[in-house]
């Protein structure tokens, strides 16, 4: 267990250390995608052929990336609830850090949908049902290795849907919260691999 | 301990077993190009459209990141003896800190305080998104005078000042023909005037070669369909129209090997010189030959490792002991320029070489750790990809450009051979002088070299 806490510093300093330098100087401007391909646009968007195509007007993959973001999002709230209600130390940590990031980035997604015009699934998918399921049936390490074997490949696709969205998408305001989430995306990920990195390693039920 | 860990194996396969693959929630064209949805009519438009803004926002990120003035080393030229090569470091410093400071911190605190210098990042593409092959403003006039063939496209233009680009038409030698020295005649070789410049000097073999290395066939961005960034219908792009002369000319890509669009880096020509000696090629894929390399380049280089796209738009698919055997051993003849100060072993001649190119061989196999890799009696080479992690000096995930801030992985270790005719450096060009290779190798490997120490490295090099 001390091993874990030791491992589990580095990524809390980070999150401490993203705050810092915000607070030491003025957040520079973020970077926001700007130009795509109008190759693949829809032919009627406004603005496209000044080179400007209209920055609230979604093309297909922003509408893809709206809704398949919004299942593995909103599945990450459920799942981060049994976990932090119902998993071993480190995992409650975890568990709590994804209900509240990924509670935050849904309620901004319902309103870009919204400004989008996108309707939003209100309920998760087979997939994460099928896993929610499973994990009221586990506990303990059973439990942690299961949940994070799943947040694992959930934040891998994420990660793909964001990184996919900032290169082809065409909604300026999805595009930026793509672009704004990602680099959390990303934390969650490693900080989910180096749990899972961890308990392989100890490779027994730490308690129950 | 031992069941243990095979219950908990078992438990890991479960949620592969249970769920969908990953692919079921990615849209369909996160791996394979999309089919254009808009007409090329309205794409010319809109790319003609916002190409100033695309080119400023370029600019802008480069005025940011290095100084760009024309500040040439006084006395030394390229191999050519006709273009100066540039000096001094011109990656820029974040406000606050000095070289000596920033190689003194830890990479937490680097990372920490946000100091990495943004010119150590990765380069973007001039337009991310879109991608693909851009050249420079002489590859596109020379090849227009000899070929009427356009290589200039309606979405881009070349980003970096032309005082940063290799000598243009380079200088050959043939590692077959030592006795003549340059083989150019200042010219660049192109499918009209090859044979007159290369006759007598090369085989019948390498001849058909190198008529295929100069013959365009088509390619992601310059073809005959509606899915170009040319105005006309384009016969394509030949190997060396980026290698011009068996160089480079700085012309940069997307590397095919990497998905999706927005984590793909940028690629900075290679040059081909001392093909012989160097045993893997590719950004990511590490061919074992040069032969596999050219083959398959038809559907990477050319369409960014899409052999669906290739297929669409009318790929060259070279016949592999007729032409691909051809194509390669004309690559092989190309010999690196030369080097009066080496010796056979690679190690410098104290008689020839001066104290501080002498006192920077020192340090480039101690203290600098750069012949760990770059091996002075293998041509500076090492036939292995190594992964510097820079990325334990940034936090990943940030967009710039609309290219996002990743870790590379393993890259191939490059020759250091005629290694100031080829700027800019490293992979994708991020470094514009050997100065700058300098600072960004003393901070990722943490060598702590004093200034005396760091020129005397650049001088060295220069000798190579």
């Known amino acids: 267990m001390l091993r874990l806490k030791t491992m589990l510093i580095p990524l809390g300093m980070m999150t401490a250390m993203i705050t810092a330098s915000h607070a030491a100087d003025p957040p520079p401007p973020p970077a926001l995608p700007d130009y795509t391909n109008p190759g693949f646009a829809n032919p009627d968007t406004p603005g496209l052929l000044d080179g400007k195509p209209a920055g609230n007007v979604p093309n297909t993959v922003d509408i893809n990336f709206l809704k398949q973001l919004a299942i593995g999002s909103q599945a990450e709230v459920a799942l981060g609830k049994l976990a932090r209600d119902r998993g071993p130390d480190p995992i409650k940590g975890f568990g709590k850090r994804m209900v509240d990031d990924h509670s935050a980035a849904n309620s901004k997604l319902v309103s870009l949908a919204r400004s989008a015009h996108v309707e939003l699934p209100d309920k998760p998918d087979a997939k994460h049902e099928a896993v ?61 691999r180096a749990l899972q990195e961890q308990l392989m390693k100890e490779g027994a039920p730490a308690r129950d | 301990m031992a069941t243990r860990i095979a219950v908990f194996s078992s438990l890991l396969m479960l949620p592969l077993l249970a769920s969908r693959g990953l692919g079921d929630g990615l849209p369909p064209d996160t791996t394979y190009r999309p089919l254009p949805t808009a007409p090329l009519d309205a794409v010319k438009k809109s790319d003609t459209a916002a190409k100033p803004a695309v080119m400023q926002r370029q600019a802008r990120l480069l005025s940011e990141r290095y100084d760009l003035a024309n500040r040439p080393i006084p006395g030394v030229k390229m191999s050519g003896g006709r273009k100066p090569v540039q000096g001094g470091v011109r990656v820029k410093l974040p406000a606050g800190v000095t070289w000596d400071q920033l190689a003194a911190m830890t990479p937490e605190e680097i990372t920490q305080k946000g100091v990495f210098p943004a010119g150590f990042l990765r380069l973007p593409h001039v337009k991310q998104a879109s991608g693909g092959q851009v050249f420079p403003d002489g590859e596109i006039d020379e090849i227009k005078a000899q070929e009427q063939r356009n290589l200039r496209r309606f979405d881009v233009d070349f980003d970096l000042p032309d005082h940063f680009t290799p000598e243009f038409p380079a200088p050959i030698f043939l590692q077959s023909r030592p006795d003549l020295g340059d083989v150019s005649q200042g010219k660049l070789l192109t499918i009209r005037n090859f044979y007159s410049i290369m006759v007598g000097h090369v085989t019948p073999v390498q001849m058909e070669g190198l008529r295929l290395l100069l013959t365009p066939f088509p390619q992601e961005e310059f073809n005959q369909t509606e899915d170009r960034k040319v105005e006309e219908q384009s016969n394509g792009v030949a190997c060396l129209d980026c290698h011009q002369n068996f160089h480079t000319n700085a012309a940069f890509h997307l590397t095919p090997d990497v998905r999706p669009q927005a984590a793909r880096f940028r690629l900075d020509t290679t040059s081909l010189r001392g093909m012989f000696n160097q045993q893997i090629h590719g950004s990511k894929r590490s ?50 320029p030369p080097a009066p100060k080496l010796r056979p072993d690679g190690t410098l001649d104290p008689a020839k070489a001066t104290q501080q190119e002498l006192a920077g061989e020192k340090i480039f196999n101690g203290k600098g750790q750069c012949a760990t890799c770059h091996v002075p009696r293998h041509d500076f080479l090492d036939q292995q990809m190594h992964d510097l992690k820079t990325e334990r000096f940034f936090a990943s995930g940030k967009v710039v450009n609309d290219q996002i801030v990743l870790p590379d992985g393993p890259i191939k270790t490059f020759t250091l051979r005629g290694i100031k005719d080829s700027p800019p450096y490293l992979h994708d060009g991020r470094l514009l002088t050997l100065a700058d290779t300098v600072e960004f190798f003393n901070l990722v490997l943490g060598t702590k070299l004093t200034q005396a120490e760091k020129d005397s490295l650049v001088a060295y090099m220069l000798a190579l």
């Open chain 1, 132 to 192: 929610q399921r499973e994990l009221s049936s586990l506990q303990g390490s059973a439990f942690s290795m299961r949940y994070l074997a799943s947040q694992i490949e959930d934040h891998q696709e994420a990660a793909q849907l964001l990184m996919h969205e900032i290169g082809s998408g065409q909604h300026g305001g999805v595009r930026q919260f793509a672009a704004q989430t990602l680099p959390v995306v990303m934390q969650h990920l490693e900080h989910a």
């Open chain 2, 287 to 336: 061919l074992r030959s040069v032969e596999d390399f050219t083959e398959f380049e038809q559907r990477t280089a050319y369409f960014n490792g899409d052999h669906v796209s290739a297929t669409r738009k009318g790929v060259h698919l070279p016949d592999r002991p007729n032409q691909v055997a051809m194509m390669a051993q004309m690559q092989n003849m190309i010999d690196f």
